[in-house]
């Protein structure tokens, strides 16, 4: 043993064991950390004041703070909350446009919630159409542009789920299909055409927000994935043409026929003014039945209209 190492034999042993003890430290806070993202910190609701709601949460404005935004969920949609922050988190950084997500918190009922950055003064689609409907061209062209740049983005492999691996999942889960069924339901998806492109995965006019200034975000971002555009473009399709009357008044606070000239206005302004409404729909239609598959387990009712269609398109 050297001479330095035999008069700082002492020393070099403190030195050692604080090491330790700032190792077992950083891996105390480390998971300190991982469990505050989990369960969230903890709130007093009273802080805020309620701002909107539907059957998939509540929005709320701190009291003191206008510029943060709380959504907090349902008990039973947690894991839901859980999804949507994660996902909300990466597609900030991914630079998508949408509000910045700040911290999971719960409530002393141990609902869940996210705090987002407040964006003052933003109106969805669904309500500038009900506010405004003779500015419907404008809203469709604006809409349509932003859903183009999303579609535009091509995150890496694995930052996001695929939209075939969600859709066979809740397939998987439907009950209202045979097992028959979904063998071939998801056959049938596993042969639709693969892209890496971004998706929101809820695309309808309710999910994307704008300013007066001009600027525009996406929300709900929960369902967001990658894979063809063919996909979120089906699920506008339904939301604007497909909803019984009182449930697109529900849902977004306009006639159908309001929907549907939306819908017109749009096909045009993302695919070009030469596009074939009908060879659009066509071409989505597929897309569209299985969307409807998708929300049936969420919605608990059957669409059994379809079954025929459905049965010929998969190969029953």
Known sequence: MSSFLKENFQLICLLIGLLGVLLSVLSFLREMKKKRRQNGTLIDLNDYTLAGGGKLGESYVHRTNPDVLLKLYP?????????????????????????????????????LGILYKRIAGKKS??????????????????????????????????????????YKEAIGLNPFLNGKEKEAVTRFIDGLADADTALHGDLHQGNIIFTEDGKQYFIDLSDFCTGSPLFDLSVLMVQTCWLPEERERELYHIGLDTSKAFWKAFVPAYFGPDASLEEVEAQLRPYALLRVLVVERVLGTPHLEIRPELHKMIGL
């Open 125 to 166: 689609y669904a309500r500038a159409l009900a506010d405004n409907p003779e500015r419907l061209e404008e809203y469709a062209e604006n809409f349509a542009r932003m859903v183009r740049e999303l579609h535009a983005v091509k995150p890496e492999p694995g930052t996001f789920p695929t939209v075939k691996d969600r």
């Open 75 to 111: 008990q039973n949609l947690e894991k839901t909350g859980q999804e949507e922050y994660e996902r909300a988190c990466k597609v900030f950084r991914l630079g998508v446009p949408s509000p910045e997500p700040g911290e999971l918190v719960h409530t002393g009922d141990k609902r």
